[in-house]
């Protein structure tokens, strides 16, 4: 009890000989504050992107890579899928800190089968050592699985394309499509909207003008007079079927079945017997000779 006593005296001529802090005013709790939100800020940059010993950011690992869901390439029957896969693996590089090596090192992990077979022997003809970086390896995948061939038939394809039947959206798919094979020909806003406009329908191009700021705008545009152009022939239908008049139902046809006329009553013909003349048989009659004949004379006697 006396050193509680005695703490708590040396506690008040404490606060005496220490006068009590003058409130903060409005402009310092403010600063207070600000400071407190940026050590969090920076607090929360830090742990999305880590850094080394030497201020570097961290590269990312191989289970930071697995993580963006990567697809998997073994062998494909359309070479065009295989250039799709090159460049989906650069759109997940893009999501994380890699060097150049590291990309081949990812890429090279989802190949399978065949494709995993051609980066075997392709690594057995490189120099002992010798680390791939990504432009060499997109280089030899590209020439191996897509075939300049291939490339010119689909650049000759985006040339001769046009919209006939299709609608805008249909066709603005296929053109994206085609594009990616023409570089030279899409490599500026003026030139896409000219290869957009040269396969066009004839009806829907000389309704739009070229007035267009930019691609964008070219095919909302085709799209709104598409629409437009389907509603007026609609209502352009439905008014010539109201003007007509009512068409009655169609009756159907009566067959009429002709009956032969049947020939005039003729009599029978009597059949008439033909007959035929009995072949007389050559029947040989017995030759008398002249001593036979004389004596028959002689007894018949004198004739008067």
Request: with cysteine; net charge positive; proline share 9%.
């Amino acid at each position: 009890m006396a050193k509680t006593r005695r703490a708590a005296r040396t506690s008040q001529q404490g606060a005496e000989n220490n006068p009590p802090l003058p409130p903060q005013t409005l402009a310092e709790v403010l600063a207070q504050q600000t400071q407190i939100l940026q050590m969090l800020a920076q607090n929360q940059i830090q742990q999305q992107h880590p850094q080394g010993r030497q201020g570097q950011p961290q590269l990312a690992s191989y289970s930071e890579f697995v993580g963006t869901h990567p697809p998997i390439f073994a062998k494909t029957d359309d070479p065009l899928e295989a250039d799709s896969w090159l460049r989906l693996m650069e759109s997940k590089f893009e999501l994380l800190m890699c060097t150049e090596e590291q990309k081949t090192l990812f890429a090279a992990h989802q190949l399978r089968g065949p494709a995993a077979s051609w980066w075997e022997t392709f690594l057995a003809m490189q120099p002992t050592g010798h680390r791939v970086p990504w432009t060499e390896f997109r280089a030899a995948f590209t020439a191996h699985h897509i075939p300049s061939s291939v490339v010119k038939i689909k650049l000759r394809e985006f040339m001769n394309l046009k919209q006939e039947d299709r609608t805008v959206q249909e066709y603005v798919q296929i053109f994206n499509a085609l594009a990616r094979y023409a570089p030279d020909h899409v490599d500026t806003d003026a030139k896409k909207k000219e290869c957009f406009l040269e396969g066009m329908s004839p009806k829907l191009r000389s309704r739009l003008g070229c007035r267009f700021e930019d691609f964008n705008q070219l095919v909302d545009d085709a799209i709104a007079m598409e629409e437009d152009l389907r509603l007026h022939h609609l209502e352009k239908r439905k008014a010539k079927i109201t003007a007509s008049p009512p068409v009655s139902a169609p009756q159907r046809p009566r067959l009429t079945y002709q009956v032969p006329s049947r020939p005039p009553y003729q009599q029978p013909r009597q059949q008439q017997m033909t007959v035929r003349p009995v072949q007389q048989q050559n029947i040989q009659r017995p030759q008398y000779s002249s001593t036979h004949s004389t004596n028959a004379d002689a007894c018949q006697g004198p004739r008067l």
